[in-house]
């Protein structure tokens, strides 16, 4: 297959790939909220390859922003559009929509716990992954000496937890890893706490080559560590997904083993995300799987000791608080928030 094909087949995964990113982050309740159409937004009218959205408080003045990650093509920047009291006012002329590249996902935390939201953008081949740092009203700056970041960086999906709870958000950003041309695996970055990060270079979570699509981080045996899922797989093909056990709490040392029992581990899958979510308000973690092609979407329930694979129609979702990543990319900032997933309320 010619990487021109191969390309086009990418991109046009991609898409598929982010209507279905889009449509999981569906957390809030599905039956309680009303909604009322909003007469030409500025936000609707914008045409564009887009790939990713998050609601996120970029200028900190108490209202939500929406930043919306665009491309496949090179020349294609992101749309950052500011909420001025409900209406919203497109940004220009800054570092977070000059970035030229085809970016798949942002993903946004305070990663310096400096008071002000930090962003990262994952790009897909032509350029690298991008750290912009906020600095303070508003403004955020592209940071290349934090570690992270850089042309050899590809991604598609990102994510940033604190997975070895030393109150420094990490970063995941996964790889499609063997599409497109991509020939680069998945990437973590410890949070060293100085502004700046370490590569963690070995563990299954990095080293395990695969063809890899947005990363969530989620306590699912709630024990008090992130652990780490990824939909995974070829498109159109069944199979199962990577899904890591964060050993922490068991060992004293951050490290992830494969998550291979249990039926939400052991269904194949044509999965693109694992959304981590506590529907039935129970106060653990059940999961939600959105999958390609024909392939059902997936509910499992939380029961404690095992999970139960959902096949009767529920009335409502109820979000989590306390969630993370994509899942907590629902929670109030500083809580770290990605692309794929709408604000709490
Ligand atoms: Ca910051
Ligand atoms: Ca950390
Ligand atoms: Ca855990
Ligand atoms: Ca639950």
């Given at each position: 297959m010619s990487h021109s094909h191969d390309r086009v087949m990418l991109r046009s995964r991609i898409a598929d790939l982010a209507v279905l990113l889009l449509a999981a982050g569906s957390a809030t309740p599905l039956s309680a909220q009303p909604f009322t159409p909003v007469a030409s937004p500025a936000i609707a009218g914008h045409v564009s390859f887009s790939t990713g959205a998050t609601w996120v408080d970029f200028d900190g003045d108490g209202d939500l922003d929406l930043y919306v990650t665009t491309g496949f093509a090179a020349d294609i920047n992101n749309v950052l559009y500011r909420n001025d009291a409900g209406s919203f006012v497109r940004v220009t002329g800054v570092p977070l929509v000059l970035d030229n590249s085809d970016s798949a996902c942002s993903t946004w935390a305070d990663y310096d716990n400096d008071g002000d939201v930090d962003c990262f953008v994952s790009n897909l081949v032509s350029a690298g992954g991008m750290l912009f740092q906020g600095t303070g009203g508003g403004a955020l700056a592209l940071n290349t000496t934090a570690g992270i970041g850089g042309s050899g960086l590809k991604g598609t999906g990102c994510a940033w937890g604190d997975y070895d709870n030393d109150g420094h958000v990490d970063l995941i950003v996964a790889a499609l890893f063997g599409q497109g041309g991509i020939v680069t695996g998945n990437r973590l970055f410890h949070n060293?706490?100085?502004?700046t990060f370490t590569e963690v270079t070995t563990g299954p979570q990095v080293t395990t080559t695969d063809s890899h699509h947005h990363p969530t981080w989620a306590d699912y045996d709630g024990d008090g560590d992130l652990d780490l899922f990824f939909g995974t797989g070829a498109v159109g093909s069944t199979r199962l997904d990577r899904m890591y056990k964060n050993q922490l709490v068991e060992t004293g040392s951050a490290d992830f083993t494969a998550i291979t029992t249990g039926i939400f581990a052991t269904d194949p899958r044509d999965s693109q995300v694992l959304s981590w979510v506590d529907y039935d308000d129970d106060g653990d973690l059940d999961m939600y799987a959105v999958n390609y092609s024909s392939v059902p979407n997936q509910l499992y329930r939380n029961d404690g000791a095992s999970f139960t694979k959902i096949t009767t129609a529920i009335s409502a979702i109820r979000p989590d608080p306390a969630a993370s990543s994509s899942r907590g990319a629902n929670a109030p900032l500083p809580s770290p928030r990605s692309s794929v997933t709408p604000p709490l309320v």
């Open positions: 060293d706490g100085d502004g």
